[in-house]
């Protein structure tokens, strides 16, 4: 099932000249329960891309449509904290505080009902591998594996349809980015979310339903 698509989606910077486009005209379709990989060059747009995916910038041109509708006539605060969950390469994760205390801050900011956040937390470290023993361990006692692990279980804590990753691989070494791709395999295939990563690596590549590439 379609969840997200770009219509004719074209990037420009407000104080560049009117023909100098970053990408222009880009038509992508993302389905749940897929796996995309997005490419390109350095300075091809890749991150500029999610920037718009997640409703941080606003297309020059063209739509970005979630759920058939228009994001620029969406609440993007409710988008972003609901509908649509963000792993990046460098964790971004709080370390003052614990792993648990990173998933249930999440659960708190998206304002999601749930019960037993404690509870819910663990069952979602579990699913990513992690033992209830990781839970109470500050980040930085965690390795960059683990920290991925817990990044991906915080952008799973108010069960978002759509997982957008920013390099999510590209501080790990071959064995534990192996292993954070079936992560995300699972996750399309069993959870059917649709998963959408930014990458420089030919394995994440390997991995994905569809890889669209910008600035070919």
Same mark, same amino acid.
């Given at each position: ?6 219509? *004719?989606?074209?990037?420009?910077? =407000? ?11 880009? $038509? ?7 796996? #995309? ?12 891309? &999610? ?7 606003? %297309? ?5 449509? #979630? ?13 972003? $904290?609901?509908? @649509?969950?963000?792993?990046? /390469?460098? #964790? *971004? ?9 990173? @998933? ?10 749930? =019960? $037993? ?18 839970? *109470? ?9 683990? /920290? /991925? ?22 501080? &790990? ?20 979310? %649709? @998963? ?5 690596? /030919? ?14």
């Amino acid at each position: 099932m379609e969840i997200l698509k770009l219509e *004719n989606v074209s990037y420009r910077y =407000k104080d560049a000249p009117k023909d100098k486009y970053v990408f222009k005209n880009i $038509n992508f379709k993302f389905e749940q329960g897929k796996m #995309y990989s997005i490419k390109g060059k350095s300075g091809s747009g890749k991150t500029t891309l &999610l920037s718009l995916i997640t409703g941080l910038e606003k %297309c020059s041109e063209g739509k970005v449509l #979630y759920d058939g509708k228009d994001l620029k006539k969406m609440n993007l605060d409710r988008y972003r $904290n609901t509908d @649509i969950g963000i792993v990046f /390469q460098s #964790y *971004n994760l709080l370390p003052r505080f614990t792993a648990i205390e990173n @998933i249930i801050l999440s659960m708190d900011v998206s304002k999601v009902k749930i =019960k $037993n956040k404690k509870q819910e937390a663990l069952k979602l470290m579990k699913s990513v591998g992690l033992s209830e023993e990781h839970a *109470n361990r500050r980040i930085l006692k965690l390795s960059g594996g683990e /920290q /991925q692990r817990i990044a991906i279980a915080r952008s799973l804590s108010y069960n978002p349809k759509i997982i957008i990753a920013d390099e999510p691989t590209g501080n &790990l070494d071959k064995e534990t980015e192996g292993e954070i791709l079936k992560i995300f395999e699972h996750l399309a295939k069993d959870e059917n979310k %649709c @998963i959408i990563i930014v990458t420089h690596s /030919q394995s994440v590549c390997d991995a994905s339903d569809y890889v669209y590439e910008l600035g070919k």
